[in-house]
């Protein structure tokens, strides 16, 4: 099971940080994945990072901005979210691929949290 956290309503320029705890099953050996979906859009991957931390995916829309990390001994993955924008307003999911895969996979994911909301406000 995967549960975000973090979202919430904040001006443009703000920051935020999500939060992806995993429980219930250990995902330490998996990439994971941050994707968001705003309404009437498809759902786009925003980020992803190896198991080990060591690579990491960036939507062109959000490098140099946004930054995903992990702590495994915590089972818990994170997205650093800065300099929003109104158009980064959306639905955030963490996910995790198929275990084996890496950050650039793009094939289906296997597990998903149930998402949380970011408000970016003008």
């Known amino acids: 099971q995967l549960v975000e956290s973090g979202g919430g309503l904040v001006q443009a320029g703000g920051s935020l940080r999500l939060s992806c705890a995993a429980s219930g099953r250990t995902f330490s050996s998996y990439a994971m994945g941050w994707f968001r979906q705003a309404p009437g859009k498809e759902r786009e991957l925003v980020a992803a990072?190896?198991?080990?931390?060591?690579?990491?995916y960036y939507a062109d829309s959000v490098k140099g901005r946004f930054t995903i990390s992990r702590d495994n001994a915590k089972n818990t993955v994170y997205l650093q979210m800065n300099s929003l924008k109104p158009e980064d307003t959306a639905v955030y999911y963490c996910a995790a691929p198929p275990r084996g895969v890496g950050p650039y996979y793009e094939g289906p994911y296997d597990y998903w949290g149930q998402g949380t909301q970011v408000t970016v406000s003008s």
């Open positions: 990072i190896s198991w080990s931390g060591g690579s990491t």
